[in-house]
């Protein structure tokens, strides 16, 4: 019974994540018009959290979890803080985040990515970065000596989105993210990550 709805819960975030890419897909076809219209002004600070979904492949070099098996994940947290260093580059700090599961526990693997943001046009940008990796449990999940160990390392974060609405200082954008990550884990092994999520992005700036 458990894993019918895991399999449940997994085709409706599949479903999801099909909608999201769609709308993805459809903002970048509109991008692509020709029509003039006024630049954006963008100074001072910049916020931003993202609700998404994706997939997750990992892989420990103990061999306890390959790449043969991805997860359908949500994203959680995805926050992004910067600041304009004019018009159309900002520099910022990314936390990008997915939920997985691992021996019947939560986790979270994550980053602390320090990262460039570039407007290509008025309302198309690009992002990336590298920083520090984290996996760690979920907060919801924590179990003393079962599922308490954090673990750091290395990522490198690439995205680029589209913003779909803009009024004032706020945009609303569609957006697509790669991420690629190594944690250290005891006794000399590692685990290595796929991240590729789209989600909505609501930002101020």
């Not at 021996?103 to 590298?130: A, C, E, T, V």
Request: aromatic share 14%; glycine share 10%; charged share 20%.
């Amino acid at each position: 019974m458990t894993s019918i709805k895991m399999k449940t819960i997994k085709k409706q975030i599949f479903l999801r994540i099909a909608c999201v890419a769609f709308a993805f897909v459809t903002s970048l076809t509109y991008a692509q018009n020709t029509n003039q219209e006024a630049t954006t002004q963008r100074e001072g600070f910049i916020f931003e959290f993202v609700v998404g979904g994706g997939l997750i492949s990992l892989e420990d070099s103990a061999g306890i979890q390959t790449f043969d098996k991805s997860q359908g994940t949500f994203v959680f947290p995805d926050l992004k803080f910067g600041h304009m260093l004019n018009e159309k580059l900002a520099i910022t700090v990314s936390l990008p985040g997915n939920i997985y599961e691992f021996q019947d526990n939560d986790r979270h693997f994550g980053g602390f990515i320090p990262s460039l943001q570039y407007w290509i046009k008025d309302r198309w940008w690009i992002h990336g970065g590298i920083g520090l990796a984290i996996d760690a449990p979920a907060l919801y999940d924590i179990k003393d000596d079962v599922n308490d160990d954090w673990n750091f390392g290395c990522a490198v974060m690439a995205s680029t989105g589209y913003e779909i609405y803009k009024k004032n200082n706020f945009a609303l954008n569609v957006q697509s993210k790669l991420v690629l990550g190594r944690a250290s884990l005891d006794g000399d092994a590692h685990r290595d990550a796929v991240i590729f999520n789209v989600g909505l992005g609501f930002s101020w700036l």
